[in-house]
């Protein structure tokens, strides 16, 4: 097989439309480029939800996030999404600046970083060797 696969975009669930401003911005410096509504029939065709919800795409040259805002409960489960950036360090300054905590994890002599948004997504950082 000689296709190769390259991710588009993540879809996540949040709650407060500011808070994504802050994370996906501020704290990952990710542009907002568009914002729009999709309808509650779209909605349940697609996703078996019957809500109208608005969705806000986040998008730089490499990574995409649509967000859906929306007042639904998450579940608990392991879904994660991995990004890369280029340094540790201010990431979790400024994740401390917005009131975010950063979990460092131990695992086989290496540091593992991750940290949840504002809506409980669950992010794993990783630093561009």
């Given at each position: 097989?000689?296709?190769?696969?390259?991710?588009?975009?993540?879809?996540?669930?949040?709650?407060?439309?500011?808070?994504s401003e802050i994370f996906?911005?501020?704290?990952?410096?990710?542009?907002?480029?568009?914002?729009?509504?999709?309808?509650?029939?779209?909605?349940?065709?697609?996703?078996?939800?019957?809500?109208?919800?608005?969705?806000?795409?986040?998008?730089?040259?490499?990574?995409?996030?649509?967000?859906?805002?929306?007042k639904l409960a998450k579940?608990?489960?392991?879904?994660?999404?991995?990004?890369?950036?280029?340094?540790?360090?201010?990431?979790?300054?400024?994740?401390?600046?917005?009131?975010?905590?950063?979990?460092?994890?131990?695992?086989?002599?290496?540091?593992?970083?991750?940290?949840?948004?504002?809506?409980?997504?669950?992010?794993?950082?990783?630093?561009?060797?």
């Amino acid at each position: 097989m000689s296709e190769e696969t390259s991710l588009i975009h993540v879809g996540l669930q949040y709650s407060d439309e500011d808070k994504s401003e802050i994370f996906f911005t501020k704290i990952l410096g990710i542009p907002l480029k568009k914002k729009f509504t999709i309808s509650a029939e779209l909605a349940k065709e697609i996703f078996g939800i019957g809500e109208s919800v608005k969705i806000l795409v986040y998008q730089n040259q490499n990574t995409g996030f649509e967000v859906f805002i929306t007042k639904l409960a998450k579940q608990a489960n392991y879904e994660h999404s991995c990004i890369e950036i280029k340094n540790k360090k201010e990431f979790m300054d400024r994740c401390t600046k917005h009131g975010l905590e950063v979990k460092i994890i131990k695992k086989d002599g290496k540091d593992l970083l991750f940290v949840k948004d504002f809506s409980g997504n669950l992010f794993e950082i990783k630093e561009k060797q």
